[in-house]
């Protein structure tokens, strides 16, 4: 496996609302999608576009949002996954595991519709590191 494309940036934020209003009016931000739910993995997510990438904003969503535990730490929110791209996810799984990386739980449908997997961030110097499969037709 090669280091993949950085999709995107994951960011915690107690309000995707006010996160969104810091990228459009202090950033200058132009590409704002709209925000949606994702309760598999316990978050509302909102995208803004980078011109070579994406800011992942992650809201808690319900009572047992990893988010939370995030926020309570941070509460004003802050810098919380990077995520590359994989060609493909269980090749992925197998290989993080097989050099030693813990990975969290089974390959699940992330924000963009594709599978990813996450490797702990103690194997990782401390990141916390999204692996997600390249949507097909990029
Ligand atoms: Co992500």
Do not use: W
């Not at 598999?40 to 990438?53: H, K, L």
């Not at 996810?89 to 594709?114: D, F």
């Not at 599978?115 to 194997?123: A, E, G, M, S, Y």
Request: one cysteine or more; hydrophobic letters at 40%; aromatic letters at 4%.
């Amino acid at each position: 496996m090669n280091l993949g494309r950085l999709n995107h940036v994951g960011v915690a934020t107690p309000s995707i609302e006010r996160s969104v209003a810091l990228y459009r009016d202090l950033l200058g931000a132009t590409k704002i999608h709209d925000p949606f739910d994702l309760p598999a993995q316990g978050v509302r997510v909102c995208f803004v576009d980078t011109p070579n990438s994406q800011i992942e904003l992650l809201e808690p969503l319900g009572e047992n949002s990893p988010v939370l535990k995030f926020l309570e730490k941070n509460p004003a929110g802050g810098q919380h996954h990077v995520c590359f791209e994989v060609p493909d996810i269980h090749e992925a799984k197998a290989e993080m595991e097989a050099k030693g990386a813990k990975v969290l739980g089974e390959p699940r449908i992330g924000a963009h519709g594709t599978p990813v997997i996450f490797v702990h961030p103690k194997d990782m110097g401390g990141v916390l590191v999204e692996l997600m499969e390249t949507p097909k037709g990029h």
